[in-house]
C-alpha cells in the first residue's frame, strides 16, 4: 500500500492549466495570496461550499459534495450537482466573472469539470455525458460536453502534476497577461525571474558556444 501516490486535489488541475507554476506555489510550496480575484470567487462559493440536499420535482440537487477518483488519484469537492431521477449526475461549477472568458481561462473550467464527471462517474456507475459552468456575473451557464478529448486533457493533467510535485521542481514562469490577474505575482516575481533566467542563458551560451 506504500506504493499509492497521495491524492491530488481536483482543483490543482485548474492551476495547473492556467499555469503550472501557479500550480506548483499552491499546491508544492502550500502559499497563497488573496487579491479581488480570489476574493470574488470566494463571494460566489459562499452559499454552495455549504453541505446541503435540496429535492425539486424530477431533480435532487446536492451542494458541496465530496468526490474522489481511486484511479485517478483525484480528491475534491463539488459545487452543485444535479442527480436525475435514475440517480446520473450533472456537475455544476460556481466560477465569478461572466460567461465571455478568455479562451484559456474557460479551457481550465472544462478541465476542472471534467476531473469532477469521472469522479462521479466512478462513484456512481453512471455516465456523466455533460456538466454546466454557471458565471455569477452573468448569472449564465455554460453547458460543457465531456468529450473524449476532455477526458483525455484530464488524464494527461493528472500526469503532469503528479510528475511535477513528485520532482519537487518549480515550473518557470510564464510572464505574460495570465501573471496580471494572479493573487501570487508579488510570491511568483514572475517578470524579474523571467529575466534572470534568460540573463543566465545568456552568459552560458557566451561562455560555452565557440560560436557565440
Not at 446520473?88 to 479562451?103: D, F, L
Request: aromatic content about 4%.
Amino acid at each position: 500500500m506504500d506504493d499509492i501516490p497521495d491524492p491530488i486535489a481536483i482543483s490543482a488541475l485548474q492551476h495547473w492549466c492556467y499555469c503550472p507554476r501557479q500550480c506548483a506555489l499552491i499546491h508544492q510550496e502550500q502559499a497563497f495570496a488573496e487579491n479581488v480575484h480570489t476574493l470574488r470567487g470566494q463571494a460566489v462559493h459562499a452559499r454552495v461550499d455549504t453541505p446541503g440536499l435540496e429535492s425539486r420535482p424530477g431533480l435532487r440537487v446536492e451542494r458541496a459534495l465530496p468526490i474522489w477518483s481511486d484511479r485517478l488519484g483525484l480528491i475534491g469537492k463539488t459545487d452543485v450537482v444535479e442527480f436525475a431521477p435514475d440517480g446520473t449526475p450533472y456537475p455544476v461549477e460556481y466560477k465569478h466573472g461572466s460567461r465571455n472568458k478568455a479562451t484559456h481561462i474557460a479551457a481550465c473550467d472544462d478541465l476542472q469539470l471534467a476531473a469532477q464527471a469521472l469522479c462521479l462517474e466512478e462513484m456512481t456507475g453512471k455516465p456523466v455525458e455533460e456538466g454546466a459552468l454557471y458565471y455569477a456575473t452573468s448569472r449564465r451557464r455554460r453547458e460543457v460536453g465531456i468529450s473524449p478529448a476532455l477526458r483525455a486533457q484530464v488524464e494527461t493533467a493528472v500526469t503532469a502534476v503528479r510528475t511535477m510535485l513528485q520532482g519537487n521542481r518549480m515550473p518557470p514562469p510564464v510572464d505574460d497577461d495570465r501573471c496580471r490577474a494572479c493573487s501570487l505575482i508579488d510570491l511568483c516575481q514572475p517578470h524579474a525571474v523571467a529575466s534572470l533566467q534568460q540573463h543566465i542563458q545568456a552568459e552560458r551560451s557566451r561562455l560555452f558556444d565557440p560560436e557565440a
